[in-house]
């Protein structure tokens, strides 16, 4: 099994698996804009949910929350876990 050495702070994917490099040293390239600067919560919010009702089929209500529930665990955004 690898052994991974830097995950990405807001999704938590290896960075190293990435087929698209990121200009951040800290999220990947889906996380990040062009310049390596965090996307807007809302914007991860509804791509990491569009991801999850594609995957799971689960339908967009349930996959928002879900994918809320998911991103909150990650040190980029556990202070969104209360909104």
Known sequence: MPTFDQFCEACGVPMSVMDQPSASDKYCYYCSDKEGNLKSWEESLAGTAEFLDSWQHVGPEEA????????????????????
Request: aromatic fraction near 10%; proline fraction near 5%; hydrophobic fraction near 40%.
């Open 64 to 83: 928002r929350k879900r994918a809320k529930r998911y991103l909150t665990a990650m040190p980029a955004w556990a202070h969104k876990a209360d909104d």
